[in-house]
């Protein structure tokens, strides 16, 4: 029997072959002015992504890195929120649909699902690539501008992926307000840099006064622990390198690491893990050393050792950004 194929998988084939006849020069201009614009500091008061040469080196440079940071964070999510799936969904600032395809992939059956964006071209290309997956064939495609003024239709679920950078503060205060009176769940996420850390605490900071509260990361909905300025919380998810990743930086490696911040809030109960991992766990010998967000709304370090027996076992094998300890 062929095992199935994964969304993943389906979407990394949707992929392949996206920038044949767009000249490598072209797709790799395209690519530095992607990354500065998602990296930086400069909101912007029009679409990111302008033309077909934008939208083919997004989908392929930026698309699947996008996938994966969201996966990662609706796997925390759902972990906190074993028996709910959504019934609808609103992906706001969607682009070609990263967020869409992760949701798929995290529950995977047909729902109807809605994506925004003020990009004409970034949707054609996003409903391109999801008539490759039969789940997100219904998907509608529809142009909006985000910021003040957005008026979402009702959801139980609503994303927001990789779209607060673009904005100025007061379009981030609309979108995130929007979000939570349309949302039965909202989910953000950001780069994980400072900068994307600190848009993510003021999403929210602005959920919990509408209601909700934190599903993930955080084990608790009291203030974030982290001093400003200090530290910020990030996590890591792994990224297969496209032969353009390979082009524009040049590595010899077959993965990256997408470093993003985020924040899953619900107004419905949920489970919180009752620690968060929050650095790379450091292996030694006898021993593992865990930095954690404890429900109590604090930092802590704990140290396993080889005397704590399957707890030490579990300790090995944690990741940064899962739960502690194990159920």
């Known amino acids: 029997m062929t095992a199935p194929v994964s969304p993943a998988e389906t979407l990394r084939a949707a992929l392949a072959g996206l920038l044949d006849g767009l000249p490598p020069k072209v797709a790799a201009q395209a690519v530095d002015r992607l990354i500065a614009n998602y990296r930086g500091t400069t909101p912007t008061d029009a679409p990111i992504l302008r033309d077909r040469a934008d939208v083919a080196a997004y989908a392929a440079y930026r698309m699947p890195a996008t996938f994966e940071a969201v996966r990662s964070a609706l796997a925390a999510f759902a972990d906190a929120v074993p028996r709910w799936v959504p019934g609808s969904h609103v992906d ?147 990224v297969s390198r496209s032969s353009l990743h390979r082009q524009v930086k040049g590595g010899s490696l077959a993965y990256e690491d997408e470093k993003f911040s985020y924040v899953a809030a619900t107004r419905f109960p949920a489970e919180p893990v009752a620690g968060r991992v929050v650095r790379r766990p450091q292996i030694r010998k006898g021993q593992v050393l865990l930095e954690l967000c404890e429900v109590e709304g604090r930092l802590a370090r704990s140290t396993v050792t080889k005397r704590q027996g399957l707890l030490y076992r579990a300790a090995r094998d944690v990741g940064w950004g899962d739960g502690w300890p194990p159920a």
Do not use: M
């Open 92 to 238: 706001v600032g969607g682009g070609t649909g990263a967020a869409t395809w992760a949701v798929n992939a995290t529950w995977p059956e047909e729902r109807p699902v809605t994506v925004l964006d003020w990009a004409d071209p970034a949707l054609a290309l996003g409903r391109e690539l999801a008539s490759r997956n039969p789940l997100l064939k219904s998907t509608e495609w529809q142009r909006a501008r985000i910021g003040a003024g957005l008026a979402l239709e009702s959801a139980d679920l609503v994303t927001v992926s990789y779209v607060l950078g673009e904005l100025t503060d007061a379009a981030r205060t609309a979108v995130v307000d929007a979000a939570a009176v349309a949302g039965q769940a909202v989910v953000i996420i950001e780069p994980g840099t400072p900068d994307g850390y600190a848009r993510v605490i003021a999403a929210r900071d602005r959920l919990i006064d509408a209601g909700f509260r934190v599903a993930a990361p955080c084990p608790h909905s009291a203030a974030c622990p982290i001093v400003p300025g200090e530290d910020w919380c990030h996590f890591s998810a792994r």
